[in-house]
């Protein structure tokens, strides 16, 4: 039986360059003690206060159908915060509440494109960033950064890929490279939505993980919260990944369409999840300061370990759990030099090539593990980049 | 800014036949006392062994990203049941645990159907099925039935419609008209799909809810197994409504595909709710039994309520937790018999047009209340009706 060609077409044919990833699932399987630096995971698990009032909620008898939109008084907290810390006036019409962050993305995508649409997005990119544009049905075209601006999208590269598109995808801060976009990229962003009559699909899922400099939401721009959808989740703020819950927050109008459609795709989030996201978001500013911190702790103790070797260099590790490291002094490629170094010392890393292509020559490394083992894998991975170069 | 015309244009543009719930929730809201027949939802909670078993496994630490197509281990239990329930074999490879029926129904579309594509369903229907297939960007067609077939799709009827479509979406047994789809049925269904090479989505959600005759799962026909996409939830069978957990069951190479989309759209479910799942399911078919039990009683308390007279007459409720009434001697519209019965009884129930044009001249009634009370509304239903009567 034939399926869709969209549903086949969603990874674009190629390698997904998550080699690596499986190689040391491989190896592990096989009882080698392989450390992994590759996934965007804390190593805390959700907070205990969050879970039991999650099961308070469930057990009181919040388990039947929730509201589509998500509960009035999670949508009206999401919105609070979003508000606060953003200046942007925002009420709970602005927020729809989805499962996950990856819904959200999805059905932002739905809203601003039909199928054949060009759908832009900056490489190097979140893994799932061209199969979403695919599975919508849109046409996924790259903007393609480099290392001397920091993986920065220039005004002229933004740009030269606006014309005839409907949507543009940025995520800051920024997986994978752990740049924060300075306040004149947001600019330039924010102009070409506007002469190009663009959608912005604002990824800000890291938002409380910046260590240099600060994190500019693009909707609070002048004139950009008409056209800004942005995407948020508990994930990382409060390591709760695997609970699925996120929200898209935007114009009430495009929100409105966007209940309808979660009317038919997804049928709302389960009422004990938003219970629990209302508790987590209630605990304050500090409880997402304590989740952030090991990764803030993490990326000091990255920059401190590098200093005084020219065979890895770091990207300006800005935010968000990981650090790009440049090891084009090596003369290999991203891919090459995280395959060699799994055989060798069994330390695991994402090739920046499985980004995109703009990221070639990098590895990215996940601060997701303890702080020692993290150091000494760190220095491990230095010493092994020193001995490839000729 | 404007939308995709594939999201503005989910709900096809008319009424959504809803004005009733609506107004019934306006009543309750301004203090009135509504007997609320509408929502297809138990009127008990989950039970407070799987939520404890919920609890369990999140305090375990089953809070981080779960595997994208399922646990392996409710994969293996909903594969298990299905072939020991339908004699089809089935392995985990042909599951893909969904957040749902509904984001299940979505997904099947999008594997089935490319953008303008033609999906056929049933009329009367499930109040999301044309809007789900609109939001995938296909052209939703109807088989339109007729009360003197019970409501169930004739074998012309069936054929008529399928030149050129892609796929055909059946639920039996049926909501809204209580009708589990006889053999003879699904046998014409089987044979115009093949004859066609239409996909097969089966809506099975209600499978644990019979009263009469056996439900067949058409994906054990001969041959159908390579085309037939089966949706199936713990909403129904478990009173796990909100939990928003269930499965499509299919060939593995649709679900190979359907993992894909999954990671793009939803990125899987949250792992201690598969694990209550897993839970739920392995208390055997008593626990569903009980879940299932007080529909079972009220349809014959319905049937024992509606003999001896001639206003109102009872599509055959063989299924589901509703009974379709015929109120076509009234002489009124489902729609302008469910307004005057709100208005002069406080007692609301579905017009049959909120489901389609085929189910003109019926409401449909929701036996999830007590059963006295219940019972109580039903009569007065009745005594209405014959009122009505010129």
Chains 1, 2 share one sequence.
Not at 102 to 125: I, K
Not at 354 to 361: M, Y
């Amino acid at each position: 039986m034939e399926l869709s060609s969209r549903i086949t077409n969603i990874t674009g044919g190629g390698s997904d360059g998550w080699g690596v990833f499986y190689k040391a699932r491989r190896m592990i399987d096989a009882g080698i003690n392989v450390t992994e630096l590759t996934i965007g995971e804390h190593d805390i698990r959700t907070a205990p206060d969050i879970l039991r009032a999650m099961y308070d909620a469930a057990s009181g008898g919040h388990t039947g159908y929730a509201e589509v939109p998500g509960t009035a008084s999670l949508r009206r907290a999401v919105a609070a915060r979003i508000a606060e810390r953003t200046g942007v006036p925002t009420t709970a019409d602005n927020v729809l509440i989805t499962p996950g962050g990856q819904a959200a993305l999805f059905a932002a995508h739905m809203a601003a494109c039909n199928p054949g649409d060009t759908a832009l997005f900056v490489d190097p990119y979140y893994a799932t960033y061209p199969g979403t544009i695919r599975g919508v049905g849109a046409m996924p075209k790259p903007i393609v950064t480099a290392p001397d601006t920091n993986f920065e999208p220039t005004a002229d590269a933004i740009n030269a890929a606006a014309p005839g598109a409907k949507s543009l995808l940025i995520n800051t801060p920024n997986n994978p490279t752990g740049v924060v976009y300075s306040d004149t990229t947001l600019g330039a962003i924010a102009k070409t939505c506007q002469d190009h009559d663009l959608w912005l699909i604002s990824d800000e899922v890291y938002d409380t993980q910046v260590w240099q400099g600060t994190h500019t939401s693009p909707r609070a721009l002048p004139d950009m919260a008409d056209r800004t959808l942005v995407v948020g989740s508990m994930s990382k703020s409060h390591a709760m990944t695997g609970s699925r819950v996120g929200w898209i927050c935007g114009p009430e109008a495009a929100i409105n369409h966007l209940i309808t459609l979660a009317t038919h795709t997804t049928y709302g989030v389960p009422g004990y999840i938003q219970d629990a996201a209302e508790f987590a978001l209630g605990q304050g500013i500090e409880v997402e300061e304590a989740v952030a911190a090991p990764f803030r702790r993490r990326r000091d103790l990255t920059i401190d370990a590098l200093a005084g070797q020219n065979a890895v260099r770091a990207v300006p590790a800005q935010g968000a759990m990981y650090v790009m490291l440049d090891i084009r002094a090596t003369g290999l490629s991203g891919d090459t030099f995280a395959n060699a170094l799994l055989d060798a010392e069994h330390i695991a890393v994402m090739p920046g090539e499985s980004f995109g292509q703009a990221a070639a020559g990098h590895v990215r490394v996940a601060m997701t593990i303890d702080d020692d083992a993290y150091i000494a894998a760190l220095n491990r991975l230095i010493q092994f980049a020193q001995t490839q170069i000729k």
